[in-house]
């Protein structure tokens, strides 16, 4: 009995090829977006599950509050928590800390700058993170001050085939012997590194102050929680223990902090702090994504569901002829779920072909090896088999009720005379209503996007970035190199095409690197300020402007004696944060840092966007600091042979410093770099925006098809009693139209929402205005009407003789 259920199912496939091309499309192609999405979500789910103690593993992030100031949140911490809690809870097991560090690595004649890549790190990383081993082990890592482990990619870059074990490599004046390689780190990990050095040596090399300062921070620190620990109930204690060791300092400085305790499954998409990690991800791109995936798949299935209630009035007489022979309900009901069955059988067979040839393509299009974005979980594969059964069972009741429950006698008489046609119409468009409605909302959704990235891409950032080369130094410089230093930057001035070299100690597009606590004299609050260090022509040759007093002009440097005062300019917000109405109210007022530094004010810089539009102005402290201590060598150019220009840098700077390897980056591609993401998930929803348009056309391609089959004679009487190709055209298309302004009125205020929902997250963004909602209806509108008028058309001119001869 099955097998007849399928071999009848299979001829009527058959039969109907036409509709059973446009299902079987429809369904296979929003099964492989729907595919390709999940996997990318199960991808940037999966952050961190492969350690083996991903439950018990926590970071510990931190709050600082000004008094009538804003809270500011950092993903690190100060060394000395690490140390205190392990004492402080013995619900703690093991505590670990990174400490980022960057530089010029060396084995042998070989130089590479590792950019953020090395990091100090406890010991007892191993025990806490599931790192796995190519060669050495965890026992044997980290055993003396200057060992070193690195990653399997690292090892080939410095070392080639040969075994790295034993070998020497060379940073920051030291040597560190290689004690163990590991396999390469999986992409799927928010801790990225090349080289992990012992923490211990970290803590010798500045004196104790890694293991004992409250106030230094930028150490990331993790803890391993022993089985069974509460982590509420600890993170009850955070506040006992912060006031335990820092009371008297939260006290003289006018800040409270308080520290978090973080699951770490919750850090790569769930995370918003200051200074995170490079692995972070975004949870509302996922989120919007998601959503995205679950309109697509639900797009095909009411395609599904329409075509095959429509094509059930033309099976009409097939099922009285049934009914009149014997057949059952249960047993038409069986019959039609079979079809059902067949067609997504077929449907999700070529969804996972057209997934498999396109997975190469996406995956470079988000930026990832098509390899992470695969998995072979029986678990994943189960769920996701699950949910196709339980759309075929969802897609199919519906029609195969329908069908089952014609009455015999009016259903030979005559197809036109089934009961509840005018039902069964009203459902399949309120299913239309619904899918276009979805399709309005991504087409809005995509246009406000799109309309945000030409925004913060076109929008004026109160700073000139075009047209300029940065030069990064990679090494530390001592006093001995000042004049060497002073010397290259002239060399760089005198290249032809170079306007103008400045420095700093850090560049627009990226968080500034440190801050510090600043107060007035005659206040006892600390203000946590941005502190970037400047040379005088910085300013003017940034095009920035001094609101009110001066400008840098061979002002002393800032040094680490707290005895010498040091001037410096604060921007726009920074003013704002001290209390001054007005820039000029700031000039001449003195702050004391928390470093025990003593600074005058002697101008205010306007606001410029440092970061991108996602973030507000933070309050900047500007200080003069020596060419030696500052990294970025800024060239403003002014000539059109680019090429010769990073030649002739290239050669002046290798003479100058063959011990730091060029690295260089165009300013303006830098700053651009904090898009990406955006500009990604921009990327991403227009095209599958685009595919569920086509989903929704194809299913809308089928009913006008059934539709206009169905009004043949209709069409040719009209035809003979005087009406011409236009008025038939458009008694065809009215009713569609009808439907996408229905569905407009749905969708319009639904993508309001959400995109408002997702403006939120920038501090500066675009008005929504009503022309981002009908202009998706329109297109929509006109999508349709190409849909359906070309068969309308050829109906219309149809001879009415063909259509009227059986009559």
Known sequence: MIKNYFKTAWRNLLKNKTFSFINISGLSIGIAAFLLIVHYLRFEYSF????????????????????????????????????????????????????????????????????????????????????????????????????????????????????????????????????????????????????????????????????????????????????????????????????????????????????????????????????????????????????????????????????????????????????????????????????????????????????????????????????????????????????????TLVAGFYPAFVLSS?????????????????????????????????????????????????????????????????LKQTVDLDSSKIALVEKTINDLQQIPGVEYVTTSTDVPGGEVGSTEGFRLLSSNDDKRCRTFGIDELFIPHFGLSILAGRNFDKDVPFTNDSTKPVNVI?????????????????????????????????????DYHQQSFRYNYDPVIYYPNRHINMGNFSLKLKTSNIEQVIERAKQTWSAAFPQSPLQYFFLDEFFNRQYKDDQLFSTVLWWFTVLAIIIANLGLLGLSLYSIAKRTKEIGIRKVLGANIAQITALVTRDYIKLMLYAGLIAIPVAYLLLQNWLKDYAFHISIGLWFFFLPLLLIMFVAFVTVVYQAIKAASANPVKSLRTE
């Open 48 to 391: 961190d599950t492969f350690n083996a103690n991903k439950d018990r593993i926590y970071r510990v992030p931190m709050m600082i509050s000004e008094t009538n100031g804003k809270p500011q949140a950092f993903a690190f911490t100060f060394p000395s928590v690490a140390p205190a809690m392990k004492k402080d809870f013995p619900e703690i097991e093991e505590v670990v800390r990174f400490r980022k560090r960057w530089g010029v690595m060396q084995h042998e004649d070989q130089k590479i700058f590792e950019e953020g890549m090395i990091y100090y790190v406890d010991p007892a990383v191993f025990k806490v993170f599931s790192f796995p081993f190519e060669k050495g082990d965890a026992a044997s890592a980290f055993t003396e001050l200057n060992d070193a482990v690195i990653t399997h990619s690292t090892a080939q870059k410095y070392f080639g085939n040969e075994n790295p074990v034993g070998k020497l490599l060379h940073y920051d004046h030291e040597d560190y012997k290689v004690t163990a390689v590991l396999k390469e780190i999986p992409a799927n990990s928010h801790l990225q590194f090349h080289v992990l050095l012992n923490y211990n040596k970290y803590i010798q090399i500045t004196g104790g102050r890694a293991n004992d300062s409250w106030t230094w921070s930028d150490f990331y620190t993790y803890l391993l929680l022993k089985p069974g620990t509460d982590a509420a109930a600890l993170q009850k204690k955070m506040p006992a223990f912060a006031e335990r060791y820092m009371a008297d300092l939260m006290k003289t400085s006018g800040y409270n902090v308080s520290f978090n305790i973080q699951p770490l499954k919750d850090i790569h998409t769930k995370s918003d702090y200051d200074y995170e990690m490079a692995g972070s991800g975004n949870l509302s791109y996922l989120k919007y994504l998601g959503i995205a995936a679950l309109f697509i798949l639900l797009i095909a299935l009411i395609n599904y569901v329409n075509l095959s209630t429509a094509h059930s009035l033309e099976r009409s007489k097939e099922v009285g002829v049934r009914k009149v022979v014997g057949a059952s309900k249960q047993q038409l009901v069986r019959q039609f779920l079979a079809e059902t069955f067949l067609v997504n059988m077929i449907a999700i067979v070529l969804g996972i072909v057209f997934f498999k040839l396109s997975l190469p393509f996406f995956a470079r299009l988000i930026s990832q090896d098509a390899a992470a974005l695969q998995t072979t979980s029986w678990a994943f594969w189960l769920g996701i088999t699950a949910l196709f059964i339980i759309s």
């Open 406 to 470: 014609f009455r015999p006698v009016q259903t030979l008489k005559s197809a036109a005379g089934v009961a509840n046609v005018k039902d069964k119409a009203f459902f399949r468009k309120t299913l239309v209503i619904l899918q276009y409605s979805i399709a309005i909302i991504l087409i809005g959704s995509a246009i406000g996007f799109y309309k945000q990235l030409k925004f913060m891409s076109s929008r004026d950032l109160g700073i000139n970035i075009d047209q300029t080369l940065v």
């Open 570 to 606: 604060v921007n726009e917000t920074a003013a704002r944060v001290f209390g001054f109405a007005k820039p000029s109210e700031a000039v001449n007022q003195v702050l004391k840092a928390s470093n025990g530094a003593t600074c005058k004010i002697v101008g205010v810089m306007n």
